[in-house]
């Protein structure tokens, strides 16, 4: 399924410059220093000043005022735009072709995730660039994938960080753009990582060799165990891969997964992180819905909302599991503050990572189909979670969070230990402000994620790039002189559509991966044509 132009107006796509009209302007750089500026609020005209200086050619209308503080509208292309422009122009100058970039040294930056598979920023980046109109770079990197994007490598790699960035990314660029090579290449991939279910019970291995075929587990996990939140993020794109290929077995394999679970007995209802692919037995009775456990639980709910709601298996599978969460480990802390502390063996750790971060937008997205009529309680779920997090970049230096931060000793949101203070441009608390902006429309949900362009601003922003900081807590910069291909592909989207009208990527069409890339709600309409074409 490819989308024509009547059917990306319908989902909202090719929209990000239509704003307010009580007031348009329209300005190019002559023009920028006329009595037009005088109109603009502080924040907007040093938002324009930007985007002029990026774009001299430029001539764009706005509605006046865009500026935050006024009316709470914003137009991305001022700060989001900005910001991916400087990401992207920096990767393709000196790191092109390679993994990521490493803005400080100016040079490429490979990690052992993705074996000898090159390009990860690129095919991260693909939506990020379509849905912000910038063609020039979709074009360039769309040529790079026809060209260079090779996976005959003898090299062994994470099953799961290649499914959510790489086999999600070209899902989501084909759904978005139709341009075929985009699905080939997704579904030459996917055939690829098929091996990594070669285990006894059919839970995958999370590290794949992928011109042998031979697979195994990381071996710090568990006595040999696969992780929950690797095995368990990879529904949305194997159902969407059997969707396009017409190859059932892709679907089967994750269908099977759930099986697998679902013969399981839970402790107090709860999922643990690690599972014996061998045995079809549990490790270690650890619970997190931070990392080993996260998007696990994101992809029960949005499997159901993939499927214009009509896998009732995923669904109750989310609801059960997040009542379970809700007893055992969500608290309150002394200061008011809502938290999801960790579980291991019946014993509270009292800490939350970064990464958890998301769950406020996921049970606010949730929030429609929970029973009882509880729907209200779950956006309130997602707000005091979203609250929480808010304090834990707060209460920093920077303004920036850190990797995991505690509720225990007398601190509340804030990190004790020197290997949980750093941030790595992640992507999960603005995440959350974008949810719960789009389903409540309190206009502080754009409030913070304007502090946490500001940070990222200020402390993030090097000449070459972005890079993550090592302590948020000091006050002077630390860079780790990594910009993340996520960083394209999450965060900057996620500030995007934070500042963008609702009917941008809306969610009775797309269901987000957990790299953030769009995938469309399967219709039955939609798969129809889909067969039709075939």
């Not at 660039?129 to 790699?157: C, G, P, Q, R, S």
């Not at 939140?229 to 997964?257: Q, R, W, Y």
């Not at 650890?286 to 696990?296: N, P, R």
């Not at 808010?390 to 990190?415: C, N, Q, W």
């Amino acid at each position: 399924m490819h989308l024509d132009r009547p059917q990306k107006e319908q989902l909202g796509l090719g929209l990000a410059g239509r704003r307010g009209r009580e007031h348009e302007v329209s300005l190019s750089k002559p023009a920028a220093s006329s009595s037009d500026m005088n109109v603009l609020c502080t924040y907007c005209r040093a938002a324009v000043l930007g985007f002029l200086r990026q774009f001299p050619k430029a001539v764009f209308t706005f509605s006046i005022c865009c500026g935050f503080l006024l009316n709470q509208r914003y137009n991305p292309a001022f700060v989001s735009l900005q910001m991916m422009k400087h990401a992207w122009d920096n990767y393709k100058r000196y790191a092109w072709g390679l993994n990521e970039l490493k803005p400080i040294s100016k040079q490429g930056h490979s990690s052992n995730l993705f074996g000898n598979i090159q390009g990860a920023t690129i095919v991260d980046a693909l939506d990020t660039l379509y849905i912000m109109e910038m063609k020039e770079e979709f074009k360039e990197a769309k040529e790079w994938v026809e060209k260079n994007l090779d996976f005959n490598v003898n090299a062994e790699i994470s099953v799961f960080e290649v499914n959510i960035r790489f086999v999600g990314g070209l899902l989501s660029a084909y759904y978005l753009s139709g341009e075929e090579v985009f699905r080939k290449k997704a579904v030459e991939l996917g055939e690829k990582l098929l091996p990594a279910f070669n285990t006894p019970t059919g839970i995958p291995w999370a590290l794949l060799n992928i011109k042998s075929g031979i697979g195994r587990n990381w071996p710090w996990a568990s006595g040999g165990s696969s992780i929950l939140a690797e095995f368990g993020t990879l529904h949305l794109e194997f159902v969407h891969l059997s969707h396009l290929s017409g190859n059932p077995v892709f679907a089967e394999k994750v269908m099977n997964i759930r099986k697998v679970l679902n013969r399981l007995d839970k402790p107090e209802g709860l999922y643990p992180n690690y599972l014996n692919p061998s045995s079809g037995q549990w490790g270690q009775h650890h619970v997190s819905i931070g990392g080993l456990g996260d998007s696990f639980y994101e992809y029960l709910l949005k499997a159901w909302l993939m499927t214009d709601k009509t896998d009732e298996e995923g669904k109750k599978m989310y609801y059960d599991a997040v009542q379970a969460i809700e007893t055992h480990l969500i608290r309150k802390s002394s200061g008011g503050l809502t938290y999801i502390a960790e579980w291991k063996g019946g014993l509270l750790e009292h800490k939350m990572g970064h990464l958890t971060c998301f769950a406020g937008g996921m049970f606010a997205l949730g929030a429609d189909g929970a029973p009882n009529d509880r729907t209200g309680h779950h956006i309130e779920l997602g707000a005091e979670i979203a609250r929480t997090c808010h304090e834990s970049y707060d209460r920093t230096s920077m303004k920036l969070g850190p990797e995991a931060f505690r509720f225990d000793g007398g601190v509340e949101a804030i990190a004790t230990r020197q290997n949980e203070k750093y941030y790595i441009l992640r992507p999960e608390v603005i995440e959350t402000y974008m949810y719960m902006w789009r389903l409540t429309h309190d206009p502080k949900y754009r409030q913070w994620g304007w502090e946490a362009v500001e940070a990222l601003e200020k402390h993030c922003r090097v000449d070459g790039g972005y890079s993550g900081i090592r302590d948020v807590y000091n006050n002077h910069e630390s860079h780790d002189d990594v910009q993340q291909s996520f960083f394209l592909s999450e965060t900057l989207k996620y500030l995007h559509l934070l500042f963008s009208e609702d009917d941008l990527l809306p969610f009775e069409h797309w269901v987000f991966n957990t790299e953030a890339h769009p995938l469309p709600v399967l219709h039955k309409d939609n798969g129809n044509k889909e067969d039709d074409q075939k």
